[in-house]
């Protein structure tokens, strides 16, 4: 079964630590894609990724990182320089960043920070 | 800046009944726009894309609409069912250098027995 996996599905963290929020595709595709989403927000870009060992910024990059070793991981790490951590993530995959094919999206990762 | 606006207030529908919702944006021409169904604590859902040189899509009990001159889209369920109760985003796809999304925030949908 082709798909998503994003894990764990709730964290939980202490202000000031670094989390790290996981992403996998077995859908062979080269283009992935880290969302945020906030009540009353449309989705925005944290990072994206056309083909391994190559990232760029999306929209709200401040205080996230990434890394693309693997065509099939997209791990996503919020730092304690984010200001406002807790959110809705997603994690998206396409054949290509052109748009057709669209989306497909992980089930996501509702992060807490305290 | 490109902005999609869609209605922020809930719709609710009696089942069987038709249900539309509207996608309005302003700026750039898209090159695509795209209709996503999410359900709670889920990820969105791909459900139909159309190009901006096309008018009309449909899928089973879905259609889209599209006029790029009021820089808006029209989604409708017909015969809708309770199971259509979700949030349906739209999304727009333009090129600025290289290809970009913007989502709208959605509109709730709760379609009642």
């Known amino acids: 079964d082709g798909g998503i996996t994003q894990s764990p599905k709730y964290l939980f963290r202490k202000e000031g630590q670094n989390v790290t929020l996981s992403c996998e595709q077995n859908?062979?595709?080269?283009?992935m894609y880290w969302y945020r989403q906030d009540p009353g927000q449309g989705l925005r870009l944290i990072y994206y990724?056309?083909?391994?060992?190559?990232?760029q910024k999306g929209d709200i990059a401040e205080g996230y990182s990434v890394s693309r070793e693997k065509k099939e991981s997209f791990p996503l790490t919020v730092t304690s320089a984010q200001k406002n951590p807790t959110a809705f993530y997603l994690c998206?995959?396409?054949?290509?960043?052109?748009?057709?094919?669209?989306?497909?999206f992980g089930n996501g990762t509702r992060l807490t920070v305290t | 800046s490109q902005k999609i606006e869609q209605n922020s207030e809930a719709l609710n529908i009696q089942e069987g009944k038709t249900a539309t919702l509207t996608c309005n944006y302003t700026n750039y021409s898209p090159a695509y726009l795209q209709w996503y169904r999410q359900d709670p604590g889920r990820g969105p859902v791909f459900l139909l894309l159309?190009?901006?040189?096309?008018k009309e899509k449909r899928k089973e009990r879905l259609k889209v609409t599209f006029d790029t001159t009021l820089k808006q889209s029209l989604f409708h369920i017909t015969a809708s069912q309770p199971a259509d109760s979700a949030t349906y985003l739209c999304?727009?796809?333009?090129?600025?250098?290289?290809?970009?999304?913007?989502f709208g925030t959605g509109t709730r949908l709760k379609v009642l027995a």
């Open positions: 159309i190009r901006e040189n096309e």
């Open positions: 990724s056309q083909i391994v060992n190559d990232f």
């Open positions: 859908l062979n595709h080269d283009a």
């Open positions: 999304a727009l796809l333009f090129f600025s250098g290289t290809y970009k999304y913007i």
């Open positions: 998206a995959s396409s054949i290509s960043v052109a748009g057709d094919p669209p989306l497909h």
